[in-house]
């Protein structure tokens, strides 16, 4: 499927296991019919599969919000949520076959490719932040016999075809298109097409093909070219006039993972296959399309984080490593940063650029890339590192397998506070301040301490079993809604490109929901509403566990460390899925129901 949108996002918690017995009476209940399977999206509607169709269940509503029963008995893997968005599309009998947009907030069927005249489907691509959808393939023409070649353009926000572009003969879509001033820029068997929406005229064609997919700027337009499956990309540069830049194209090794355009030339990242995969970083004359820069920095493996500053482009490497080199391909850094394996954080202060990873972390000089503290941070090893910063005393804190270290955000001046022991050879990979307070947590374990690391409270609960269905239920209810917002409001409008600044939890799903509140619709506006509701500390974690009568949820209090409420998940294989912004389980009581409750 091809989407304008970054694929990869990370979805909401979600594991499928099987039938189930009431624990206590729940919130709302209900009775759908056999049951195929669920899944959760990202606006918070339940996606039920049913013998009567697809349901949406909205949190803490008592009746599903919209059954979509125009296909039966849907395939989970013809049913595509679109991440970061509130759509999903329904493809049947093939990428070819009849295709239906719905908008999972509302339930409204937004494009349905039998009612609209299209017997066969080339394409279908949403489009954003213009909120269109693109598509083409074959389709009726009224009064007419038989079918032709068409392109049309529909306005996601009403679910209306605002532009019907007709074709002669087969000049087949190629690859992902995008939409400037008014100008459709897609890609077709036959070169190259720029398209005027409101005439339908086609304003020039360039000899490009083969493109899988375009990018419109300001002045240009950019066409990808990948080869050798996958292996090199090609990429064209074409004027808003049609004419071809460059001719013969800038030849790249790998495959395109990121491209920023800027003033003074055009950055890119692209990974290379095979054994010992490894990111390449070009940097193009956006006139003539060579590269800028004499010697490529060394990678020397994947790149984990590539940013475009001011004065430069930095970057890290999963292997170990950040450099940051100057615009004109000299470093700004007299050498390149030598750091500990896994950079989990890569981000400003007010001080400099602080790094965290397996086992160092420290706050270096912007320009320089010296320690501002003239010493970085060691510790051993860890499988889990997790840190945030205490506004109040001025200090972050970071916990690795050495403890809990307070670290001065004036001087860097460092000392382990506390030590905890966590039960079933667990380590915390959360940290956050309660009033004052330290809290500490993983999948089994939640310990609270003083301001100066003493213990106030901890609570552990064993892992229902060593099974490896008790470890992947586990660890998914570790994760909290970080993880839902990794990087989806991100790609609808806020600014991925540059590095961001050390925030708290509730600044961060702040600063998402104002990317998705940039699109218009009301179904972007209810996923803005959600991340602002998500962005309020949560007072309570839920953990896996052996209750007395079988599995269950165990809800505990941050506070007081107080359990709250069971949840009896009595059978072995409990199938559910959890709404972590709205703190909702809904759980496959039977073939037929599904119970919502509020953990």
Not at 225 to 232: A, E, I, S
Not at 574 to 596: C, F, G, H, Q, S
């Amino acid at each position: 499927m091809k989407t304008k949108i970054l694929i990869g996002m990370l979805f909401f918690l979600g594991i499928s296991i099987s039938h189930a017995q009431k624990a206590e009476t729940p919130d709302n209940k209900y009775e759908l019919g056999s049951i195929k399977w669920m899944k959760m999206s990202d606006p918070g509607t339940l996606i039920v599969s049913t013998a009567k169709g697809v349901y949406g269940i909205q949190p803490n509503k008592s009746q599903p919000a919209f059954l979509f029963d125009k296909r039966k008995n849907i395939k989970e893997e013809n049913f595509h949520l679109q991440p970061g968005t509130p759509y999903a599309m329904f493809i049947a009998n093939g990428m070819n076959g009849v295709t239906f947009v719905l908008d999972i907030v509302t339930g409204k069927t937004l494009f349905d490719s039998k009612a609209e005249g299209f017997s066969f489907m080339n394409s279908r691509d949403i489009i954003l932040p213009e909120n269109k959808l693109v598509v083409s393939g074959l389709r009726k023409s009224k009064g007419k016999i038989g079918a032709g070649y068409s392109i049309a353009v529909f306005d996601l926000t009403t679910g209306k075809e605002q532009y019907t572009i007709p074709q002669k003969g087969s000049n087949n879509v190629t690859g992902v298109s995008d939409i400037i001033d008014g100008k459709l820029a897609i890609p077709r068997k036959k070169g190259l097409e720029y398209i005027d929406l409101a005439s339908g005229n086609v304003l020039w064609t360039a000899d490009v093909r083969n493109v899988g997919s375009v990018s419109a700027t300001d002045n240009a337009i950019y066409a990808y070219q990948t080869n050798n499956n996958g292996k090199n990309t090609t990429i064209y540069k074409v004027n808003m006039n049609g004419k071809l830049i460059w001719k013969d194209g800038n030849k790249l090794k790998g495959k395109v993972r990121q491209s920023e355009y800027l003033q003074e030339g055009i950055a890119i990242l692209t990974d290379t296959q095979g054994k010992n995969p490894q990111s390449k970083i070009y940097f193009l004359d956006t006139n003539s399309g060579e590269d800028l820069w004499d010697k490529a920095p060394k990678t020397k493996g994947l790149v984990s984080h590539f940013y475009t500053e001011k004065d430069g482009i930095i970057f890290g490497v999963a292997s170990g490593g950040i450099n940051k080199i100057k615009y004109d391909g000299t470093p700004l850094w007299r050498k390149p940063l030598k750091t500990g394996p896994t950079i989990s954080t890569l981000t400003k202060t007010e001080k400099g650029i602080l790094y965290i990873t397996a086992k160092d972390a420290d706050i270096v000089d912007e320009n320089t890339g010296e320690s501002i503290f003239g010493k970085k941070l060691k510790y051993k090893q860890s499988k889990a590192v997790a840190s945030t910063y205490d506004a109040k005393n001025k200090r972050y804190l970071l916990s690795c397998s050495d403890g809990l270290y307070s670290i001065d955000a004036n001087s860097g001046t460092n000392e382990i506070i506390a030590k905890p022991k966590f039960g079933g050879k667990e380590s915390p990979n959360s940290i956050e301040m309660r009033d004052g307070n330290i809290l500490l947590s993983s999948s089994q374990n939640m310990m609270l301490l003083d301001g100066n690391g003493k213990e106030i409270y901890h609570q552990f609960f064993k892992s229902p079993s060593n099974s490896m269905f008790g470890k992947i239920m586990a660890g998914a209810l570790a994760v909290t809604s970080m993880a839902m917002a990794a990087g989806s409001a991100v790609r609808a409008g806020a600014n991925r490109s540059s590095m961001g600044r050390y925030n708290s939890y509730g600044s961060q799903m702040n600063n998402n929901a104002k990317g998705f509140s940039k699109i218009a619709g009301a179904s972007f506006g209810a996923m803005s509403k959600r991340f602002k509701a998500s962005a309020q500390t949560k007072n309570d974690k839920f953990i896996l566990t052996k209750l007395k009568s079988g599995v269950g949820l165990v809800k505990l209090d941050k506070g007081s460390g107080k359990k709250v409420k069971e949840i009896l998940l009595k059978d072995k294989k409990p199938t559910y899925k959890v709404d972590d912004v709205e703190r909702i389980l809904y759980y496959k009581a039977n073939k037929n129901t599904i119970y919502a409750y509020k953990i």
